[in-house]
């Protein structure tokens, strides 16, 4: 199993908030970061020595990249595989590149799942207004039409709920490949968040319960009430599943609605995860810094909880504006990612508190 000490450099595509929080944790370990992305700066810059501006296109400069760093990770999906193949020619990738064409393709991800034995949400794709249509028929007019591709806090979506709706949510998305996913009755919405390391060892967190505002993470909580607390185990096994047949080397995110079925498999993240924020504070060991003692081949950290209770609640557009109460209570511990506009729907940080 190839190690790669402290004092290496982890190249990180992409430049985000997630790439920024990897960052600190990996020079927390000693390591230094090298970040590529296609725009001139982002939350990463203030903590990473090094950006390379290209775009994930361009071979040459991913080659130029990859021979300048030890082993390379992503904090996002939408990146193309390619990219990570090429990278893959010229050194070390973790997570590889079939984790990523299958958490970017809607119908490949459930059909994933299913042959895994998971259950999923009832579905079909669509290509056209006819597919909707027909899609409509077999699973019903309550259900949700989802681009197949680059959709993220429920970008991409169109609800329907009555067959006089199909004209509408196929021009909302675009007219893009898609997938129509019936509605589903569940009680709650939670994570199941692993570590797997380059030899197969997997260390989970316990599974926060999410709370979703307009599609995007609102709070998560820890523990999960009793309707979740009876379906992890389940849920962690599928888990483990999923990452064990993707080879899988990281922190890998499943998400799961709580349902009289059992766990539905809603989709996963080849990375780490804002539902895995409170544990930066909330866990001996944080997702950020197991992501990188996983890829560079080290020993996982303990993932048990540092309090009884925990709480983050994400702060959306405007609402970064508040850290002046935020800070007030002491018992709050704020997280701002350095973005410079505060648009809606934009996440803009987080606070997490321990043990209320």
């Known amino acids: 199993m190839t190690k790669i000490p402290p004092g290496s450099t982890i ?9 920024r929080m990897i960052a600190m944790a990996a020079a927390q370990l000693g390591y230094r970061t090298h970040i590529f992305a296609p725009e001139e700066s982002g939350p990463a810059a203030d903590v990473s020595p090094r950006w390379t501006r290209a775009a994930y296109e361009d071979a040459a400069a991913l080659a130029a990249f990859a021979d300048s760093v030890d082993v390379v990770t992503y904090e996002f999906e939408n990146i193309d595989p390619s990219a990570v193949e090429t990278l893959a020619h010229h050194g070390l990738v973790r997570p590889g590149a079939q984790a990523l064409r299958v ?3 809607r119908l490949a991800e459930k059909r994933f799942v299913c042959d895994l034995g998971g259950l999923t949400a009832p579905f079909a794709p669509v290509e056209s ?88 993470l609102s709070t998560s909580t820890i523990p999960a009430g009793p309707a979740i607390a009876a379906q992890v185990k389940q849920a962690r096994a599928l888990a483990r599943k999923v990452a064990d047949a993707l080879g899988y080397v990281g922190v890998l995110t499943c998400e799961f609605f709580a349902s009289a079925e059992g766990p539905i498999f809603n989709e996963m993240a080849p990375r780490v995860h804002n539902s895995g924020h409170w544990t930066i504070e909330g866990a001996v060991t944080n997702q950020f810094e197991n992501h990188v003692r996983a890829i560079c081949g080290l020993p996982l950290g303990d993932t048990g909880l540092a309090a009884p209770r925990v709480y983050m609640r994400n702060l959306i557009g405007d609402q970064a504006g508040e850290w002046p ?9 704020l997280h701002l990612y350095g973005k410079h506009e505060a648009r809606p729907g934009r996440k803009m940080g987080h606070v997490t508190r321990l043990g209320l």
């Open 11 to 19: 190249g990180i595509l992409g430049g985000g908030q997630l790439g």
């Open 103 to 105: 958490a970017q393709d």
């Open 129 to 216: 207004l006819d597919d909707l249509e027909n899609a409509i028929d077999a699973i019903g007019s309550r259900a949700i039409l989802k681009t197949n591709r680059m959709g993220y806090d429920g970008k991409g979506q169109a609800r329907l709920s009555e067959p006089g709706d199909a004209v509408g949510a196929w021009n909302a998305i675009g007219r893009q490949s898609a997938i129509l996913e019936g509605f589903v009755t569940f009680a709650e919405e939670f994570s199941v968040i692993l570590a797997r390391g380059a030899d197969g060892e997997v260390r989970f967190w316990d599974s926060s319960a999410n709370v979703h505002v307009d599609g995007i």
């Open 325 to 333: 109460a935020i800070l007030a209570d002491p018992a709050n511990h």
